[in-house]
């Protein structure tokens, strides 16, 4: 169906073009790629050199000499003068708006220690007198003693107006004294639902807002408005295109940012975007509605609404992810459903053909999730739903072949297990030895046979696709630390890598038919890489840049001087 029409179209683009630019194109193609090293993905054949492309799909791939064969005058024939080639990336976990709006804002990222975040801070409070509040995101915990940071710290850099920081996972938030001060936020203010106000050992707030206690501040926060959000919307499409992205999933995303991301994918068509919309909890016949009538309005291979995602737990660090064993000093953390309202409400989205998305990271939040999926299939009678965990971060080892046996789709980070400071000093620790020993588990996962799918969590850490491949498959940072890689017996091959940001991606939005892998009627979605992957020592793999990204035959993206 998606091919009669894209031939259709290109039938009524053909003769236009031709008359405007000559000459005819007498080759059956037209684009060429020859000279290359492909990497197409096809398990039987893996590799060849050049591709044709006719209108929005390939119309071959093979050698250099039989692709040149499908070249007539009129057909642009671009030399790849060796490079490497592989199907478009594709982002099974992001946010786009966060991402965008990442680039505009204050940044954290990578300011390892309180001196550095102390000065990024300043210096933008100073060359932003004219913002009512301070706020920016991306510290991380191992950037201050004890691991977290006080409202003291904070007001000694903006004393003028509030101000309010996100960590980097988007968990846990941090205030001064006068943002506290405009939530009411004081000593004698109980915990919200699912949240915690981290008081001093005199009962005073630090500052420290963990989980849903964020929402008190954060609700104060000057909203941005539609087109500010659509602007940010068309940077991350770009951004995302130069990265070698061809497709990404938005998790999670509401109403009302949808519509903005419409407008901004019809401005700069340069992303395919696979949306999930917000799990409703026990929805309603209306809620179930109303989010089949988006479904139905956004269908195209462009911008597609498939399915929705939901919250089960929190995160490591702030020991909010749902353990079965208790965090050092205590608590098991916080699942946000019981198993029979999850049970009740996957069983809802499943009935009315849904992709269900749940953010589980803890062992118990991940046995729930499964349990789940499972249940949802045998009491609907379901099968081939492609229900996802999200993130998969601390499975217990004996759960990981369910993943394959009921069809669940494993989508992890490739960046996650990155081991700097806030890894190793803060996320470790608060597992504990056993536990850390099966976090972010990527080889037996694969080993299970689950299909895994790679994401970036894009702004939590960056969409760059080869330093997501980079860090699976060394486990080490770009400075190369440790020696020999965090938990080495975990890392991957670099097909493995290829594989889990293409295929298996493309697999996980129930699109690999139609893309994933490079071969004849498939899209013409294809990126091209200054060094091949394949052949590079490991260490090497982050340096690559991405030359040309190829979006439905058309460039979205070249770098200059390619
Ligand atoms: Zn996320």
Redo the contacts with the bound molecule.
Sequence with gaps: MRVLVALWLMAAAVPLAAQKVAPVNTGRADRVFVGGRVWTGEPGKPLAEALAVRGSTLLKVGSTSEIRGLAGKGTDVVDLRGRFVTPGFIDA???LLGGGLSLEELRLDDASDFATVAARIGAWAKTHPEARWVTGEGWSYAAFPGGLPSRAQLDALVPDRPAYLSSYDGHTGWANSAALRLAEVTRSTTNPAGGEIVKDAAGEPTGVLKESAQQLVERLLPKKLPHENERALRRAIAQAAAWGLTGVHQ??ISEEDLESLARALEATPQLRVYVALQMERDPTPEALARQDELRRRFATPRLRVGAVKGFLDGVVEGHTAAMFEPYPGGGTGLPRFTQEELDRTVAAYDKAGWQVML?AIGDRAIDMALTAFERAARANGTSGRRHRV?HLEVPRTLDLPRFKAAGVIASTQAMFPYPNANHLEVYVPALGKERARRALAFKATDDAGAIQAFGS?WP?FTAEVVRGIATAVTRTTFEGSPAGGWEPTERLSVEAALRHFTRDAAYAEHAEQERGTLREGRAADFVVLSQDLLSLPPERIKDTKVLLTVLGGQDSFRAPGF
């Design positions: 976990h992001l946010h998790a999670g953010h999200e969590d939590v």
